[in-house]
C-alpha cells in the first residue's frame, strides 16, 4: 500500500502543471482545448480562491473561445434577473441589486464579492458588443423557485394572452398555500394526506410549448426570448413538483430528479441559444464537484444517483465536447452554515485526512496546480488515480466534528474529471451581507491580480 501510494505522490509530482497566478491558466485553456460545454466545479460552496479562479477561466473562454452564456447552480427566476442586468436590459443600479432574487438559503453561494466582480465585468464586456444577440447571459440550473417561476409564468401570460393566463391560474391554483411551503406538499402527497399536483403541471407546460408551434406557424419564428424564459419557468415548475415529492422516497430519486434539471435546462439553453446565433452554442457551468464530476467514478454511483457531469459526458457524442474540471483543498478557511438555514460562518477546514485524494496532492508538495487527467495525461498517473479514494466535498453545510461521515465519498478521480485544480491552502468567500464575521482580506483594486 504505501508503495502504491508513494507511486500516486510521484505521478501527480511529475504531472502537476504549476498555478501560482492567474496567468498561469494558459495551459488549463489548452486542455479545454474547442469543448462547448465546459463544467467548472468546486470542492466547497464557499471558497474565494475557487469562485476566483472559474471567475478568470469564465473570462477567458468568453473572450477568446467566444462562449455564450454562464450557467449556475441557482433558480432560474433569480439567475435571469441578473440575466437581464448584465446584458444592459433592466433598470437596476448594480449588481448587488441584480443579485437581490438570490434570498433563500444560502444566499453567499451568489451574493459574494467574487460574483459581484465578475457580473461588471460582464456588463461591461457585453455593453460593448456590436450585436445584441452576441450578448453573454447568466442562467440558473436548479429546480427551487416553484413559487417564483409560477408567478413568473402568470406575468408572462398576463401580458400576451389574458385567457391563457386565466387557465394557468386554475392549474396553479392546485398547489394553494403549499406553493410557499413546497416540502410541505411533498410530504403531505407523499403520505396521502393529498393529491398530487403533477397532472396540472404538465398539462401547463405542454400548452406553453405548443404556443411556440402557433407563433411559428403564424409568424414564421416563435416571439423572441420572454417565451423561451417562460417555457423555462413552466419546467422549473413540473421538476420542482416531482422533486418535492420525491424527497421522501430517498435521497437518491430525488437527487437525480434535480440533477435530470439540470442537464435538461442546458440542453434546452444550449438549443435556444444555438437557433439564435446560427452556431453551435458554448457555455460554462458552475456548481459543484459532486454535480460535474462524473458520478459513475463515485461510491454514489453504486446507491442508484447520477449526475450532471454523468449526464451531460452519456449526451455528447463527441468525447472532446465537453470538459469536467475539479477542484479540490487541504485546508485553511469555508463560509459555510452548520445547519440548513442557519447563518453563515467563517469556519476552519481540518486538513485532508490522510487516507484521501487531497492528501496525496498535498504530499506532492506542489502547492497550486492544475492536473490533467484526460486523454492528454500521463499514463502512469491515470493508472494511478484510478483507483478510488476518499474525497472530500463541503457544501453550504460544513460539519468538521463529523466530517469523514458528512463530507467524505469515495471516488477514482481520473474518471471523474478531465483535470483538477488543487490550491493547497484556501480562504473563505466574502458574503455581501453585513452580518458576516469577518472583513474583506483584499482590496478591490488588486482584483483579480492573484489567487
Partial sequence: MGRTRDNAVQAIQRAAQPLEDLNDLDRLLDLIGESRIVLLGEATHGTQEFYRLRAEITRRLIIEKRFDAIAVEGDWPAALRVSRWVRGRSTEASARQALGGFERFPRWMWRNTEVVALLEWLRAYNAVQDNPAEQVGFFGLDLYSLRDSMQAVLHYLDEVDPEAAQRARARYGCFDDFAYHPQAYGHAVSFGLREDCEREVVTQLTELMRQAGRDLARHGTPRGEELFYAQQNARVVRS?????????????????????????????????????????????????????????????????????????????????????????????????????????????????????????????????????????????????????????????IYRPETERWSHYFHAALADQFDAVVHLDQTRALQPLEHEHPWEHTEEPETYPSGL
Fill in 240 to 396: 420542482a413538483e416531482s422533486y418535492y415529492r420525491s424527497m421522501f422516497a430517498g435521497r437518491a430519486e430525488s437527487w437525480n430528479v434535480r440533477d435530470r434539471h439540470m442537464a435538461a435546462t442546458l440542453g434546452a439553453l444550449r438549443s435556444h441559444l444555438t437557433a439564435q446565433r446560427e452556431r453551435p452554442a458554448r457555455i460554462v457551468v458552475w456548481a459543484h464537484n459532486s454535480h460535474i464530476g462524473d458520478a459513475r467514478a463515485t461510491d454514489r454511483s453504486e446507491r442508484g444517483q447520477l449526475n450532471l457531469g454523468q449526464l451531460v459526458r452519456e449526451q455528447q457524442h463527441d468525447a472532446d465536447e465537453t470538459f469536467l474540471l475539479g477542484f479540490t483543498t487541504h485546508t485553511g478557511t469555508v463560509a459555510a452554515a452548520s445547519d440548513w438555514d442557519a447563518p453563515v460562518e467563517l469556519k476552519a477546514v481540518r486538513p485532508s485526512r490522510i487516507d484521501s485524494i487531497e492528501r496525496l496532492m498535498h504530499e506532492s508538495e506542489a502547492g497550486r496546480f492544475v492536473l490533467p487527467l484526460n486523454r492528454s495525461a500521463p499514463d502512469a498517473l491515470r493508472r494511478a488515480l484510478q483507483q478510488p479514494r476518499l474525497e472530500r466535498a463541503i457544501g453550504v
